[in-house]
T-cell receptor
Framework: EAGVVQSPRYKIIEKKQPVAFWCNPI?????LYWYRQNLGQGPELLIR????????DSQLPKDRFSAERLKGVDSTLKIQPAELGDSAVYLC???????????????FGPGTRLTVL | KNQVEQSPQSLIILEGKNCTLQ??????????LRWYKQDTGRGPVSLTI?????NTKSNGRYTATLDADTKQSSLHITASQLSDSASYIC??????????????FGTGTKLQVIP
């Protein structure tokens, strides 16, 4: 079974440029997460989707970040314009169910490493 | 505020030795605790998961313990191998059945196993 797929794996851009990341979750997983992970830190949730609905975007910097999951399957995360502080690894994860007696294990993709110059 | 603290920040051990990583949390209401392994350049992979009623869980050479009273967990690695070199992240979920569980990640312990 294929895992969570993300692309690109690496992206280098200049500040003020736009950038987009793509994620394809595990087939059948209706919950999708976007995280940002700074060097030496744990992942921080940006947004969580239940099917195509964004049910938790409280940590998403909405002035420059946007995300969509139009058909409830794959998703894109966009930054426009990018700032130096956005350099990080952007992880996508998916899970089968939000709550199943505490066993909603998240499966992570390899991440996209963004460098903003 | 929900918090998960891990110690040590980093650790270097010789191949074949055992080690124990610590996790303290202030998450309420507690639902479950997971340990993830994150290899360099990869996404985290779940090692173990424990709910409130479980106080130990093993996965091969990895054994996790949970003390819900003191809100502490440990991950013990037995007979370490070079492939154990990675970051180990403690993740605690808050919330009850029937609702969304808010997840808090620790900052991780970076383990390096040397020959």
């Amino acid at each position: 079974e294929a895992g969570v797929v993300q692309s690109p794996r690496y992206k280098i851009i200049e500040k003020k440029q736009p950038v987009a990341f793509w994620c394809n979750p595990i087939s059948g997983h209706n919950t999708l997460y976007w995280y940002r992970q700074n060097l030496g830190q744990g992942p921080e949730l940006l947004i969580r989707y239940e099917n195509e609905e964004a049910v938790d975007d409280s940590q998403l910097p909405k002035d420059r970040f946007s995300a969509e999951r139009l058909k409830g399957v794959d998703s894109t995360l966009k930054i426009q314009p990018a700032e130096l502080g956005d350099s990080a690894v952007y992880l996508c994860a998916s899970s089968l169910a939000v709550v199943l007696e505490g066993t909603d294990t998240q499966y992570f993709g390899p991440g996209t490493r963004l460098t903003v110059l | 505020k929900n918090q998960v603290e891990q110690s040590p920040q980093s650790l270097i051990i010789l191949e074949g030795k055992n080690c124990t990583l610590q996790c303290n949390y202030t998450v309420s209401p507690f639902s479950n605790l997971r340990w993830y392994k994150q290899d360099t350049g990869r996404g985290p992979v779940s090692l173990t998961i424990m709910t409130f009623s479980e106080n130990t869980k093993s996965n091969g050479r990895y054994t996790a313990t949970l003390d819900a009273d003191t809100k502490q967990s440990s991950l013990h690695i037995t007979a370490s191998q070079l492939s154990d070199s990675a970051s180990y992240i403690c993740v605690v979920s808050a919330g009850g059945a029937g609702g969304y569980q808010k997840v808090t990640f620790g900052t991780g312990t970076k383990l390096q196993v040397i020959p």
